[in-house]
């Protein structure tokens, strides 16, 4: 196995570029008030490298990774230390607090079946791993900006939306794509809270889930996905809220009707279906105009940008759409 451990001083300060990838984590480490625990471990997993989780399923998934990055997205910050995105998390479905990652790994996720259907040609009942090998994988960097303002830029592995598509064969009269969570009470502490309507469930228009930026997470940092980021799969749409990146996917449905989304259901006038980032329209309840990018170098106060920085390619997506809730 392949461990290098870089000290902290070998790694210079720049921006992420497709070819050079790095981290220096104790900064931000210390900034974000994680213990003295975390700090002292003795192998800081490289990107790209395998960390040591001695775990049958994890090992399993590592034969897909890692794949060949696309560098068409490019962004324009560092990546956020793999030890934040791992573990400062949403996941309500293992408590309505940041520290679920210890708690998500309950969940098992070999197997895992995938279910798709709806209006679609035929039905189509999988298993995860035989998705993922039929999928073209590669590797994306990209932003992500929750609606709550912190923001983190990340290298996923997985596959365009598209070939899901593709492969789903929807119908004609299918204009939305509904993707629910997984359900269960025994493993899922958060799902006994009744007056959350499980499980999380998430939509998209059909031309957006064709884009070619919406994409299906199954990798992270080189390696399979962790459980606390949704595995096995997750959506991941850099330029919508955080929220719309469903994880732990069971199910893709294709249908006439637009869904109301989980948090759209709780609180409409907060959350709505479609979800784009935009600085200029806040929150309910705060202002959206700035985000807290969680960077190697501590947290960092930066301006929000129209569609998460991402309007050159998804503004079109919108057009005639104008008299839309588009930015919340
Ligand atoms: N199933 C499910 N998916 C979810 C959530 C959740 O609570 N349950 N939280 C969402 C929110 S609000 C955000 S910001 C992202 C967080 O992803 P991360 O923890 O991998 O950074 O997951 C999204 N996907
Ligand atoms: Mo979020």
Not at 18 to 25: A, E, G, N, T
Not at 235 to 248: D, M, Q, S, T
Not at 304 to 314: D, I, P, Q
Request: proline share 7%; hydrophobic share 40%.
């Amino acid at each position: 196995m392949l461990i290098r451990i870089r000290k902290n001083w070998e790694i210079p300060e720049r921006e992420a570029t497709p070819q050079d990838i790095f981290y220096s984590r104790r900064s931000i480490l210390k900034n974000l008030g994680y213990s003295g625990a975390l700090l002292t471990s003795s192998i800081i997993p490289h990107y790209g490298m395998k960390s040591g989780v001695a775990n049958a399923s994890y090992r399993e998934g590592t034969k897909f990774y890692p794949v060949p990055r696309n560098s068409k997205y490019k962004i324009d910050r560092p990546i956020t230390p793999e030890e934040i995105a791992t573990k400062y998390n949403n996941y309500y479905e293992f408590g309505s607090h940041k520290k679920i990652w210890p708690l998500a790994q309950k969940l098992t996720v070999h197997p895992w079946q995938i279910l798709i259907n709806g209006l679609v040609e035929k039905e189509k009942l999988l298993d995860v791993d035989d998705l993922i090998r039929m999928m073209p994988l590669e590797e994306r960097l990209y932003r992500h900006r929750c609606v709550e303002r912190w923001s983190i830029a990340i290298p996923y592995s997985g596959f365009p939306l598209r070939n899901l598509l593709d492969y789903a064969a929807p119908l004609g009269s299918a204009k939305y794509l509904i993707m629910e969570s997984f359900m269960n009470l025994d493993l899922a502490l958060g799902q006994r809270q009744f007056w959350y309507p499980w499980p999380y469930l998430e939509g998209l228009a059909i031309d957006e889930a064709a884009h070619d930026l919406a994409f299906i997470a199954t990798g992270y940092y080189g390696k399979p996905i962790p459980k606390q980021n949704g595995a096995p799969l997750r959506l991941a749409v850099p330029w919508k809220y955080g929220f719309k990146h469903i994880k732990a996917i069971t199910k893709f449905t294709f249908s006439a009707e637009r869904p109301i989304s989980f948090w759209e259901s709780i609180a409409g006038n907060e959350y709505g279906f479609w979800a784009n980032v935009a600085g200029a329209v806040p929150h309910a309840r705060w202002s959206q105009s700035t985000e807290e990018f969680l960077g190697p170098n501590g947290k960092e106060i930066r301006t929000t940008k129209l569609y998460n920085g991402y309007a050159e390619f998804v503004s079109g997506l919108y057009r005639g759409r104008e008299s839309e809730s588009l930015f919340k």
